[in-house]
């Protein structure tokens, strides 16, 4: 299976964005790209997995999907893994060095 890099670049609080909970991008095999991955509020499942797509005269098109189910399921999975982890930092911000009660060293805040 490709290699996946996940990054969640926003997110937003329930009930904000019309059920929109944050946007994600991510980089396959460290060649191809796919922004505007959004993860969204609804459906019976709970939280979901949106491609990025357009309008066009038909309706709303995808721009990129997954061609095998197992990738897809795994790209979902790993976008769904990176949320929660974003979830996790978000509402507990401190370091593992700041929970051992050692200083940052500057080198360390300048990278944040």
């Given at each position: 299976m490709p290699t996946l890099d996940i990054r969640i670049n926003s997110m937003y609080p329930p009930g904000q964005q019309g059920g929109t909970r944050a946007y994600a991008s991510a980089t396959i095999?460290?060649?191809?790209?796919?922004?505007?991955?959004?993860?969204?509020e609804g459906g019976r499942d709970g939280l979901f997995v949106s491609m990025p797509s357009r309008k066009t005269v038909d309706g709303y098109k995808e721009i990129c999907f997954p061609v095998t189910a197992e990738f897809r399921d795994q790209l979902h999975r790993a976008v769904m893994d990176a949320y929660q982890q974003a979830i996790s930092m978000a509402q507990n911000p401190q370091t593992p060095q700041q929970e051992q009660g050692e200083p940052q060293t500057g080198q360390q805040m300048a990278g944040m």
């Amino acid at each position: 299976m490709p290699t996946l890099d996940i990054r969640i670049n926003s997110m937003y609080p329930p009930g904000q964005q019309g059920g929109t909970r944050a946007y994600a991008s991510a980089t396959i095999d460290g060649c191809f790209a796919v922004r505007g991955i959004k993860i969204v509020e609804g459906g019976r499942d709970g939280l979901f997995v949106s491609m990025p797509s357009r309008k066009t005269v038909d309706g709303y098109k995808e721009i990129c999907f997954p061609v095998t189910a197992e990738f897809r399921d795994q790209l979902h999975r790993a976008v769904m893994d990176a949320y929660q982890q974003a979830i996790s930092m978000a509402q507990n911000p401190q370091t593992p060095q700041q929970e051992q009660g050692e200083p940052q060293t500057g080198q360390q805040m300048a990278g944040m």
